[in-house]
């Protein structure tokens, strides 16, 4: 754009210096006309020479000067190229000067670019799955310090540097060391691909001329066949995990059923041992505050009077368990003998 207005500037001179130029050799031809007797109107001033010398001269050498010259924007590198020959170092962004008419600075963009391919790429998985990548769409990079090679050797590098045939070949050596799941899985296809098209063009350019920078492949597809299978597939991981989750509840119910029993178990246990010991320091103190004295008590209390119809004999205490307690000699019976009564006994008696 500076080179435009400044060689504007330049013709502006030059289109000055010949209108002056003009006048003047009109003020020349009045003269001649003038010196030969002819009629003619006289047109006084000064001869402009000098100054029509000085306004083409600036413009001259302006629009030299704006042909001498070049601007190269930011994210781009410049070629000198001299007589067709380029030259191997790359000019930065900036003011570049070159001689005009004999070299001139060609412009390389250094700057991140994409490349689409909207055609279809067919591969196959590393289970032979045949698979169909569309939308593929990578970013490459230029090395600066590479620049004045790329423009040298590589033919039409603004649309071929990176070839869609380089592109499949390296999709599709990616897509066979996958399975079918990762084919579609862009985390995993995308770095794989990215680094077999990097390969390809150091292969092809060298080290560190082209940069991949990202590759993007927007859709992958198997054919229907497959397609069903894995919905099938799916569909059974979907429900083998849901069983699993299922069971699992299951367990962890099953197990704090038995948790909740085990804790009652220990509480009724505890329980029951708690009062075992209750009753047993009862009884404890219970035997402890009693004596024969107590146990006497106890039986007159429920005795009701009447004295056994049995014999009785020397060593028979009437008050089983209670007076073999009892220390106190007691005088020795005879025992003796209930004869059955007679008829006689009971008139005896009668009559008494």
């Known amino acids: 754009m500076l080179n435009i207005i400044v060689a504007g500037v330049g013709i502006v001179f030059l289109i000055a210096a010949i209108v002056i130029g003009s006048r003047d050799m009109v ?6 006309k003038k010196d030969k007797g002819e009629d003619v109107i006289e047109v006084k001033g000064k001869s402009k020479k000098p100054v029509i010398i000085t306004l083409a001269s600036i413009g001259v050498l302006t629009v030299i000067f704006s042909l001498s010259f070049t601007i190269i924007p930011t994210g781009y590198t ?6 067709g020959q380029v030259e191997e170092d790359t000019l930065p962004h900036g003011f570049n000067f070159h001689l005009p008419l004999i070299q001139q600075i060609v412009m390389v963009n250094n700057k991140q670019q994409d490349i689409k391919f909207d055609g279809a790429i067919t591969s196959e998985t590393s289970e032979r799955n045949e698979v169909t990548f ?5 970013t490459y990079q ?3 310090e590479k620049s004045a090679w790329i423009y040298a050797n590589v033919t039409n590098y603004e649309d071929g540097l990176v070839k869609e045939s380089l592109v499949a070949s390296a999709i599709k050596t990616s897509s066979k060391t996958l399975s079918p799941i990762d084919c579609t899985n862009r985390s995993i296809l995308e770095p794989i691909a990215k680094e077999n098209i990097q390969k390809s063009l150091d292969e092809k350019y060298g080290q560190q001329v082209v940069y991949v920078n990202k590759v993007v492949i927007s859709d992958a597809t198997f054919d229907q066949e497959y397609d069903e299978k894995i919905a099938k597939k799916q ?10 989750i299922e069971n699992k509840k299951n367990i962890e119910k099953a197990s704090a059923d038995a948790e909740v029993r085990k804790t009652q178990a220990e509480a009724e ?5 708690i009062a075992a010991d209750a009753e047993a320091e009862a009884n404890k103190k219970l035997s402890e505050s009693i004596d024969s004295n107590v146990l006497k008590n106890k039986y007159y209390e429920t005795w009701d009077g009447k004295l056994p119809t ?5 060593d028979t205490n009437i008050m089983l368990g ?3 307690t009892d220390t106190t000699e007691k005088p020795k019976t005879t025992p003796t003998t209930q004869a059955p009564a007679t008829t006689e006994t009971t008139e005896a008696a009668t009559e008494q």
């Open 78 to 83: 410049g070629v000198r190229v001299t007589f």
């Open 322 to 324: 209670i007076d073999s």
């Open 269 to 273: 246990a505890k329980a029951k041992l």
């Open 310 to 314: 049995t014999v009785v004999g020397d």
């Open 142 to 144: 230029i090395n600066t």
């Open 27 to 32: 003020g020349d031809m009045i003269s001649k």
């Open 235 to 244: 569909q059974a991981q979907i429900d083998y995990e849901t069983q699993q």
């Open 134 to 138: 569309q939308g593929i769409t990578v």
